[in-house]
């Protein structure tokens, strides 16, 4: 039935909106006819003409209020009062365009920093994983009591995936980076080995061929490669026959075996942030190799996708059951197995910081609103008279309130549109901007999510300070603002202590961001001031692999570096250069086996980084020794082992004690030759510069343990350039087809170690810079706005024999007043949230003292400031004037 | 605001979906006839039946269009549409429902006192 009803209604609501003119027309002409039915009626009962109409008219009763009812019936009423306080909101807002540009071009900033700031959170924290089912999807860690998180070993891999049955599928890659070589100069690639069906596990697939099978996997097969869509373009210009044919990789021949789609996401890896996202350019199968009895060497890192409704206890008790299983048949170790969702794992370490910026430019944004809500108060209350003047015409208070928050609302629109153009360019900064390794970042976008929660807040920031001022300004005494004139129509008592209370609330949110600022600016001058253990400036690094078919044998390895170094010595200008198994501060595979100690029972707890180094290297980085000695070209393969270790270790393991000439091993069971002597110690260098504490570290003699992959580092005093190309021509000299990878200075590393610090307090402080301002404008109109209230009254001081000096104090103090009430009520808010902040902070507590003297001091020194302009003004009131008038 | 105060509140919808029931008609003749029919008892005040009407065919009961009267006059009549005839006759079930239910309680009152 009610498909034509409602059509009847929708054609009668849009003929009543659309054709009102009609519609008022035919209302009219209805009554009208009912009149002359009632005129004609009571003529025929014998009624004169004239008293007939009057009578009729009568029993009409009033015309105008059975219009407005009729009208009221139409339902569309309230469009239309919308369109007329809209109309009307206009044109009072452009009455005042000082008024309107300030309050907008404050809430479009606030609002606009919102919206960016959401859109970062949306694309990192809120956003699920791009893969199918993501929270299915977790990563898998061995655990001990020195490890937290441990990557595992390829057989215990294997024994996890045969027998398992929490999982749908697990897998596991490990970085490894290959040398493409061929067609013009070798180029470094980001690659990774990945166990068969990982890209299954994941949820997505090659976009054409097929990923690698179990057979890829075997001792001796796995020439094979995927290829990422970004260098398929860049590289093979898109060309689809590339399937199929064979590429040189690391001087081996190797079958592109798939093309990944565009956006295949590579989970990041909390140790090495470069695996995130697109940067991988190749995936190669992981060979198992051929020893199957290997339980020592840990690098793999494990991914499983979820059973559907499995938990992840349940998951990690399956595991647990399994590990216990394995160590019954392969003999026990300390490993625990530890789950955790790949989203946590992924985006987990950002969380803090993301939260904190949200709640910073929330407080910016509540601070906007107190601004606005203090300008339309201000602005009320010169509006008094009219608002006065309009209800005594008969508008209800509903009404009055109704249209003020319209102007409020047409006003936080406009700021969030204008925020809106803000936050697209700022999103654009922000991103470029981002610490480097952030995760996710490429999924950081203005969407219609963040367009929906632009206009939340913009709608709610209207109501937020509009609500208080059109209640006050409806709440105006009728009689009494008509019955005084101009001069005095002003707010009452109770106003102004609202004026104040809003001004000491924004001080107060204005501290509280302040202190967090300056935590972490002291934080961040803590981390500049801290000793690295080392001298980042004028050094080069690179890093160089040389491809296993042609170094196989481990002496070719060491000769090569061995020259290269000696090339690189005899520069002009090269005062130190070194190769190591890394650098500092790039992020560490958490790769830290167990040793034994001599002297020590077999299961005493040892953990630290494991690295290799040449003899030179720690002076080309500027490490300096602390005792013993360095490594020396004298470390051969046929000396005695030894190695370096960092100042943490030798005071942990050998405490009180001198660690030079202790050894250690890596055996179970060590004969003589298998002991590793100590022959120096390094200083200290964490992991990152803000790592609470020093992880214990070794170096082996490079000659001794040589690898295959190295980072070279080359101190300089001549120009870096011209280092960076000597470095190039040196390793051509060496093997042509060679390529040099991550040319980076060491600043650029130390650089980019501190990003993250230096993002979260360049925006926090952004934010506080912002709030110390409105905070400060605030206080100006409240102070300007009384002091013109008390003109007269300053005359009659200055008449009564006030000094300009006296009536200065009197103003500044209450301006120093309020901002001193705010800031204590920020600092104590501070106190409470700054607990919360700790976790970002370096080297001092949360209650940082320093910080908070410092923030109180400027609150009430930019309180004096704010106050100085309308005191300047009155003291020039005169006194003349002031008696005359009163 | 001036309600029905004359008629039983919610009846007067009633009694106009009923009087155009039988044939189309304008407001004075909806006044007229209920008043009429009523034996002069039932009077509608005309501040109360226009915003009715008006009710009613927002609501999609009742349907109006311009017809030339006997007087030649236009007038707008007013139509009960399918949808306000089930509603019509859905009110005058309640409304039995509730006179009956009514009557029930007043003739009840006084036995139940003695």
């Given amino acids: 039935m009610n498909l034509r009803r409602s059509y009847d209604i929708l054609r009668l609501r849009w003929r009543s909106l659309v054709r009102r003119g009609q519609v008022e027309r035919e209302l009219d002409k209805e009554l009208a006819f009912h009149l002359a039915q009632q005129v004609a009626e009571n003529i025929a009962q014998g009624m004169p003409a004239d008293e007939a109409r009057a009578a009729a008219e009568r029993a009409l009763g009033g015309l105008a209020q059975i219009q407005e009812e009729c009208r009221d019936m139409r339902r569309t009423n309230h469009i239309e009062t919308l369109a007329n306080d809209l109309r009307y909101a206009l044109r009072s807002l452009r009455r005042t365009p000082a008024f309107t540009v300030i309050i907008v071009l404050t809430l479009a900033l606030s609002i606009g920093a919102n919206s960016a700031i959401f859109s970062v959170i949306q694309g990192v924290l809120l956003r699920p994983l791009p893969y199918p089912h993501p929270d299915r999807l977790m990563r898998i860690y061995f655990q001990s009591d020195t490890q937290p998180k441990f990557p595992l070993n390829p057989n215990d891999f294997r024994d996890f995936r045969a027998r398992n049955r929490a999982f749908e599928s697990v897998a596991a890659v490990t970085r490894h980076d290959v040398q493409l070589s061929g067609s013009g100069e070798p180029v470094m690639l980001s690659g990774f080995q990945v166990s068969a069906g990982y890209f299954h596990m994941l949820g997505i697939s090659p976009a054409r061929g097929h990923e690698f099978s179990t057979d890829d996997e075997l001792d001796g097969r796995g020439r094979s490669v995927i290829l990422s869509d970004r260098l398929w373009r860049t590289r093979f210009s898109a060309d689809p026959g590339i399937l199929g044919r064979t590429l040189t990789l690391d001087q081996q021949p190797f079958i592109v075996a798939g093309i990944m789609p565009p956006g295949a996401h590579h989970p990041g890896n909390n140790f090495h942030a470069v695996a995130d996202g697109e940067t991988v350019d190749v995936w190669c199968p992981f060979d198992f190799g051929a020893d199957t009895n290997d339980r020592f060497s840990h690098f793999l890192d494990a991914f499983g996708r979820l059973k559907p409704g499995v938990s992840r206890e349940q998951a990690n008790a399956d595991l647990a059951a399994v590990l216990a299983q394995m160590k019954i048949e392969q003999g026990g170790n300390g490993w625990r197995v530890y789950t955790l969702p790949l989203f946590q794992e992924t985006v987990g370490r950002t969380r803090n910081m993301l939260l904190l910026l949200l709640g910073a430019v929330g407080l910016l944004l509540l601070i906007a609103c107190v601004n606005a809500a203090n300008l339309l108060l201000a602005r009320g209350s010169s509006r008094v008279r009219e608002i006065a003047v309009r209800s005594a015409l008969g508008a209800a208070r509903g009404r009055i309130v109704r249209q003020l928050l319209t102007e409020s609302l047409v006003i936080a629109l406009a700021g969030a549109t204008l925020g809106t153009l803000l936050a697209v360019g700022g999103v654009r900064v922000l991103v470029a901007c981002l610490p480097a390794g952030f995760p996710r970042a490429a999924e950081i976008r203005l969407d219609s999510g963040v367009f929906a929660f632009t206009l939340l807040v913009a709608l709610l920031t209207g109501l937020l300070f509009g609500l208080v001022p059109a209640i006050t300004a409806s709440r105006t005494d009728l009689q009494q603002s008509l019955r005084e004139s101009g001069r005095g129509a002003t707010g009452s008592g109770r106003q102004s202590r609202l004026r104040n209370l809003l001004v000491a609330g924004e001080t107060s949110l204005a501290c509280v961001l302040l202190i967090a600022a300056g935590l972490l600016l002291h934080s961040f001058v803590n981390l500049l001031r801290a000793d690295p253990g080392f001298r980042p400036q004028q050094v080069l690094t690179a890093s160089i692999l040389l491809p296993p078919e042609q170094y196989r044998d481990v002496a070719r390895r060491v000769q090569f570096f061995e020259r290269l170094v000696a090339t690189l010595e005899a520069l002009p200008g090269v005062p130190a250069a070194g190769v190591g198994s890394d650098l500092p501060w790039t992020g560490y595979d958490g790769n830290a086996d167990g040793y034994r100690i001599e002297g020590r029972p077999a299961d005493y707890q040892t953990m630290a980084r494991y690295h290799t180094a040449s003899p030179d290297y720690f002076r080309a980085l500027g490490t300096p020794l602390v005792h013993g000695r360095f490594l020396t070209v004298r470390d051969t393969a046929d000396s005695p082992a030894v190695i370096v270790v960092n100042e943490a270790m030798a005071n942990r393991y050998w405490p009180g004690e001198d660690a030079v000439g202790k050894r250690i091993s890596f055996r179970g069971k060590p004969e003589e030759k298998d002991w590793i002597r100590i022959v120096g110690v390094v200083k200290d260098v964490k992991d990152q510069p803000d790592s609470s504490w020093v992880r214990p570290a070794f170096w082996l003699a490079y000659a001794q343990e040589p690898d295959r992959g190295m980072s070279v580092v080359v101190r300089a005093t001549s120009a870096p350039s011209v280092v960076a190309s000597q470095l190039r021509q040196a390793v051509r000299q060496l093997n042509p087809d060679l390529a040099v990878g991550d040319l980076r200075f060491m600043d650029q590393i130390a650089d980019a170690a501190f990003s993250g610090q230096r993002f979260a307090l360049f925006l926090v402080g952004l934010f506080a810079a912002l709030a110390l301002a409105l905070a400060t404008f605030g206080m100006y109109g409240v102070i300007s706005y009384s002091v013109n209230r008390r003109m007269g009254e300053f005359g009659l001081r200055m008449a009564l024999g006030a000094r300009p000096w006296d009536l200065m104090r009197l103003i500044v103090g209450q301006g120093v007043a309020l901002a001193a009430a705010g800031a204590a009520a920020g600092l104590l808010c501070a106190v409470a949230l700054s607990r919360w902040l700790a976790s970002l902070l370096y080297g001092i507590r949360g209650a940082d003292p320093v910080t908070f003297a410092a923030v109180a001091l400027l609150a009430l020194a930019t309180a004096t400031l704010a106050c100085y302009l309308p005191a300047r003004r009155a003291t020039g009131a005169d006194p003349m004037r002031s008696l005359r008038s009163e | ?114």
């Fill in chain 2, 1 to 114: 605001m001036s309600k029905p105060s004359d008629l039983i509140h919610g009846t007067l919808d009633l009694l106009i979906l009923n009087t155009i029931s039988l044939e189309p008609q304008h407001g004075w003749a909806i006044a007229r006839r209920i008043q009429q029919v009523s034996n002069e008892v039932l009077q509608v005040s005309q501040g109360a039946l226009y915003p009715a009407l008006h009710r009613l065919e927002q609501q999609g009961w009742i349907r109006s269009d311009w017809r030339v009267t006997e007087g030649g006059r236009d007038a707008k009549c007013y139509t009960l549409t399918r949808a306000g005839r089930t509603q019509l006759l859905k009110e005058l079930e309640q409304w039995e429902r509730m006179s009956n239910a009514v009557g029930l309680v007043i003739r009840m009152a006084p036995e139940a006192s003695q």
